[in-house]
């Protein structure tokens, strides 16, 4: 196949993978797949149909907006979106079906949505139990779950689910996540004697799905798993049984030899000691590119090169020492696929995380979708 000039090459069947794999860890809990910012950066339409081949039993996006676009292609699976502004439309996240997220202020105008459309809304109740975001402080949550108690006794609401979100998961030995979901449990109880218990609880993000069973109550919602990378520091994608779903590719824009002493790029921050051969690499910060990167890898004839110097907004450079043979045109893996590079590794080279290098790639390039089915 025949790539353009840049390219995410996302492997549709990759995603489905992960879910079937995160499914076999969780079961019976069922699974949300988050497929929200566009499908962490590999194509929203792309992540849910492949997710829902692959078992997924919930789809989750951050706002209504996402919700409604895929209830506008064709998605019929149950959906929750959970983070809210005063001018989100419940209304039309009612009307399509949605389950809404209520951390506090939103009860009452989901409430009024719903009075005003003669149809109750399906609500989860979130409690913050350490991560300090959203959701209702213990402090607050019995009178939440009080006021959602009336508003389901008049039959405005219903309460599918309560749930909650971890904060250092991905740190198994943090005490932190015992002491959240001993809150958990508490607020279980708080809601409970005030006659809400929902079929729904759930807690487990992606490193809490893979290491905490005692996390995956009646379902787990999963993210950067789905892409096929780990939450954890010290164990791969590979390790767990995942499959990376986007490659990033291009190719050398240009090949040139530089005296000793050649400074690279913006600020002349790196210096070669020799004379050496440069691979001028056509991706940027523009494109999603970290400019902060140092030393990140990429791929090229099968060898591994680190990039010199700061990214800049179209391009970077990589050093190519003074034997190379790569020549303009040769293909370059950046991340993914069966390069060995993982998008964790360009995360430590800019100080960040693996969610943050696939979430990020930009519009300027293109997605190529590989191994899709038929749509559902």
Known sequence: MKLPERAAVIDASAIAHNVRTIAEYVRPAKVLAAVKADGYGHGLMTAAQAALRGGADWLGVAHIAEALQLRAEGIEAPLLAWLHTQDTDFAAGIEAHIDLGVSGWDLDPIAEAANVLHEPARVHLKVDTGLGRNGATMADWPELVRRAADFKNRGLISVEGIFTHMAVADEPDRRETDEQLEAFHEALAIAERHGIVPDLRHVANTPAALSRPDAHFDMVRVGVGVYGHSPFADRTGAS??????????????????????????????????????????????????????VGAPVLIRGRRYCSAGRVAMDQFVVDLGDDSDVEVGDEVVVFGGESGIEAAEWGTAAGTINYEIVTRIGARVPRVVVNAEPSL
């Not at 049984?241 to 090949?255: F, I, K, W, Y």
């Not at 005296?259 to 940027?284: C, D, F, N, W």
Request: proline share 9%; charged share 15%; no cysteine.
């Open 240 to 293: 767990l049984g995942l499959r990376p779903a986007m490659e990033l590719r291009t190719t050398v824009a240009n090949v040139k030899t530089v005296p000793a002493g050649q400074g690279i790029s913006y600020g002349l921050t790196h210096r070669v000691e020799a004379p050496t051969k440069l691979g001028l690499i056509p991706l940027g910060y523009a494109d999603g590119i970290p400019r902060i990167a």
